[in-house]
């Protein structure tokens, strides 16, 4: 089966919803998620209670989920957590065979639960329960090795623009996507007679918002 990799951020709510189709169409190991800062340290936070947040989530958010039957609410949490300590986080479950559990049981943390994401307590209350070691997970967090495994992957998406994108074969897809839309893209992309690359979709998280 067609690989797909997924470039994306923890606290983009589309990044989350577009998991549920991901889901319905790959297998775990047919998976590869891609981390990416939408606001790393040094950029301007961005507050859940502005109006252009609150209006993208009742206008965007809410209506997709709802069709999609995905539970999600905003967390109320100020500003709106980094997530680089998460995503070095991900590199660890990924070295122990844990990286796609790990990823969707943070976004689960962050969307479902209203979780700080970017505390290294809740980090490693997600690791446990996907049976990592929450000690070694934990001083995984401090380890420069895991966080150079972060930035290397960054330095990989500075083309990225928005989030998520998906690679699947020679086909970039840009925000949330369709079952169907995934579906023709692996079976394109497993017959090797993919299409070129191509945009399409609006539905997505830039480093303005969402």
Not at 120 to 132: F, K, R, T
Not at 194 to 204: F, G, K, L, N, R
Request: overall charge negative; some cysteine.
């Amino acid at each position: 089966m067609a690989q797909l990799k997924i470039v994306s951020d923890f606290v983009c709510p589309f990044c989350f919803l577009g998991e549920k189709a991901v889901e319905e169409t790959f297998q775990p190991d047919d998976i590869e998620w891609i981390p990416y800062e939408l606001r790393p340290e040094g950029s301007v936070p961005l507050d859940p209670n502005s109006a252009y947040v609150q209006q993208s989530m009742k206008q965007s958010v809410l209506p997709i989920a709802e069709r999609l039957g995905v539970d999600i609410s905003l967390p109320d949490i100020s500003p709106i957590p980094r997530t680089r300590l998460a995503h070095i986080g991900f590199y660890y479950a990924k070295e122990h065979g844990k990286g796609n559990d790990y990823f969707v049981s943070v976004f689960k943390a962050y969307w479902q639960q209203g979780l700080d994401i970017s505390q290294s307590g809740v980090l490693a209350q997600v690791a446990e329960q996907i049976g990592l070691d929450a000690h070694s997970f934990l001083s995984a967090l401090q380890d420069e090795r895991y966080a150079k495994q972060h930035e290397e992957g960054l330095r990989q998406t500075e083309s990225v623009r928005a989030v998520p994108t998906f690679f699947v074969g020679d086909r970039v897809l840009q925000g949330i996507q369709s079952k169907e839309t995934l579906e023709i893209a692996r079976d394109e992309a497993t017959r090797k007679d993919a299409a070129q690359p191509s945009a399409s979709s609006t539905d997505s998280c830039s480093i303005d918002g969402c």
